[in-house]
Nanobody, 122 residues
Framework: QVQLVESGGGLVQAGGSLRLSCAVSGLTVSNCVMGWFRQAPGKEREVVATISWRRSSSTVYADSVKGRFTISRDDAKNTVYLQMNSLNAEDTAVYYC??????????????WGQGTQVTVSS
């Protein structure tokens, strides 16, 4: 059974930092494309950052978070992180961890965590 469990959300003042964690079981994160998404009230879910699989580990960020957020992966712990710095009110949202598996080079399945709330007070 695949499980993605996020943690690290909370309330923080504008300008502060948080680090989100996504502990994964039932999958090997280094064999997946991992990503963080967020959904603010009344808005659609949007991608925040992704990290590719295996040795590549290339990263992609939404323009709104470039230079402030960093996605990383600890293969030994099978965990993905999102370091968020210089937070502002527009970063307030529920943050979701996601995994995409591949087979034969083609995308196969998507898995989601339950989400963790991040609230930035101005």
């Amino acid at each position: 059974q695949v499980q993605l469990v996020e943690s690290g959300g909370g309330l923080v003042q504008a300008g502060g930092s948080l680090r989100l964690s996504c502990a994964v079981s039932g999958l090997t994160v280094s064999n997946c494309v991992m990503g963080w998404f967020r959904q603010a009230p009344g808005k659609e879910r949007e991608v925040v950052a992704t990290i590719s699989w295996r040795r590549s580990s290339s990263t992609v960020y939404a323009d709104s978070v470039k230079g402030r957020f960093t996605i990383s992966r600890d293969d030994a712990k099978n965990t993905v992180y999102l370091q968020m710095n210089s937070l502002n009110a527009e970063d307030t949202a529920v943050y979701y961890c996601a995994a995409r598996t591949f087979s034969g080079g083609a995308a196969q399945d998507n898995y989601w965590g339950q989400g963790t709330q991040v609230t930035v007070s101005s």
